[in-house]
């Protein structure tokens, strides 16, 4: 993995984590952060207490001081989603890992 992918598994944690603490009820509970590296892209997920909506990508003023999270990863990460279970919401991402030239691996995305 390139630094500058490093540079963004971190960030976009960084935004993950800033985003359940503050719009989940996690503002006061736990979050989790699980990091799933293998052959082909880093994971991560973030788990929260959950909150009444699901993460929302939307418009943000240019001006504005925050809101920017989600935009910040659906730009820089390869997918996104997120999922419930029993304990709350998590919100995932994976970037791919660069592999060497000439490695043939097959490895589908959406952008």
Known sequence: MSADQAHVVVLLTSELVTNALTHSKSRHGEVTVLLQVSQ???RVDVMDDGSAGGPVL???RVDAENGRGLVLVDQLAHRWGDYFEASGRAVWFEVE???P???GAIFEHAS
């Open 97 to 99: 890992r660069q592999l």
């Open 58 to 60: 939307g418009p943000t």
């Open 40 to 42: 082909y892209c880093v």
């Open 101 to 103: 030239a000439g490695n």
